[in-house]
């Protein structure tokens, strides 16, 4: 059974910094994409970032370019999003995405596994 949980969220004023984590099990994140997404209420949910698997190539939306970092333990078969510079737009659920199934890496219907979400609020 595959599990994705998410932890590091919490509230953090702007221009600060949080990391959050994707502990996966059931699964490898040396053999497996995995992204981070979010969403902010009443909002769609948009892709933030991804570490792609057998390329090892990491992409990034455009709003976090510079200011997040994605990466990953294999040994813990963990990935994590430093986010840094945060922004209240930064505001929203983070949720962590696995196994992706083709197309685009930012579509939402494009992997087969999700977590539940960790919340982050950035207060200005």
């Known amino acids: 059974q595959v599990q994705l949980v998410e932890s590091g969220g919490g509230p953090v004023q702007a221009g600060g910094s949080l990391r959050l984590s994707c502990a996966a099990s059931?699964?490898?994140?040396?053999?497996?994409?995995v992204a981070w997404f979010r969403q902010a209420p009443e909002k769609e949910r948009e892709a933030v970032a991804v570490?792609?698997?057998?390329?090892?190539?990491?992409d990034y939306a455009d709003s976090v370019k510079g200011r997040f970092t994605i990466s990953r333990d294999v040994d813990k078969n963990t990935v994590y999003l430093q986010m840094s510079s945060l922004k209240a737009d930064d505001t929203g659920i983070y949720y962590c995405?696995?196994?992706?199934?083709?197309?685009?890496?930012?579509?939402?219907?494009?992997?087969?596994?999700w977590g539940h979400g960790t919340q982050v609020t950035v207060s200005s």
């Open positions: 995405a696995a196994a992706r199934r083709g197309g685009s890496w930012s579509s939402t219907s494009g992997y087969n596994y």
């Open positions: 059931g699964l490898t994140v040396s053999g497996n994409s």
């Open positions: 570490f792609i698997a057998g390329s090892n190539k990491t």
